[in-house]
Nanobody, 116 residues
Framework: VQLQASGGGLVQSGGSLRLSCAAS????????LGWYRQAPGKQRELVAM???????NYRDSVKGRFSISRDNAKNMVYLQMNSLKPEDTGVYYC???????????WGKGTLVTVSS
C-alpha cells in the first residue's frame, strides 16, 4: 500500500486548506484511515480518523473546524481544515490501518504552515 498526501501550504490564521491522500492497493476499503500531524519538536499526534460514515473521531482541538472524509471509489481520504490556527502548523501524514492485522501504513507528509 502506498499513500501520497498533498494539499499543504502556507495560510494565514483563520484560513482554510484541504488535504488529500491517495492510496494505492486493494485494501483501502473497510480499513481505518487517519490524519496525523507532527509539529517541530513534538510527537506525532492523531488529528482525525474515519472508519465508516458512522465511526469518525477528532482530537478535541480540531472539533468543529476540521472534517475528515473518504471516497472508497477513488481510494482517497480528505481533511478539510477551516479556521486554521498557528498551533495547527506541522507536517500532516495520512495513515491506513488494516483492521484485521493491525498493519499500519504511512505516507510522506505534507507541510501545513499557519501564520499569525
Amino acid at each position: 500500500v502506498q499513500l501520497q498526501a498533498s494539499g499543504g501550504g502556507l495560510v494565514q490564521s483563520g484560513g482554510s486548506l484541504r488535504l488529500s491522500c491517495a492510496a494505492s492497493g486493494s485494501i483501502f476499503n473497510r480499513n481505518r484511515l487517519g490524519w496525523y500531524r507532527q509539529a517541530p519538536g513534538k510527537q506525532r499526534e492523531l488529528v482525525a480518523m474515519v472508519f465508516s460514515d458512522t465511526i469518525i473521531n477528532y482530537r478535541d482541538s480540531v472539533k468543529g473546524r476540521f472534517s475528515i472524509s473518504r471516497d472508497n471509489a477513488k481510494n482517497m481520504v480528505y481533511l478539510q481544515m477551516n479556521s486554521l490556527k498557528p498551533e495547527d502548523t506541522g507536517v500532516y501524514y495520512c495513515n491506513l490501518v488494516v483492521v484485521d492485522s493491525g498493519t499500519s501504513y504511512w505516507g510522506k507528509g505534507t507541510l501545513v504552515t499557519v501564520s499569525s
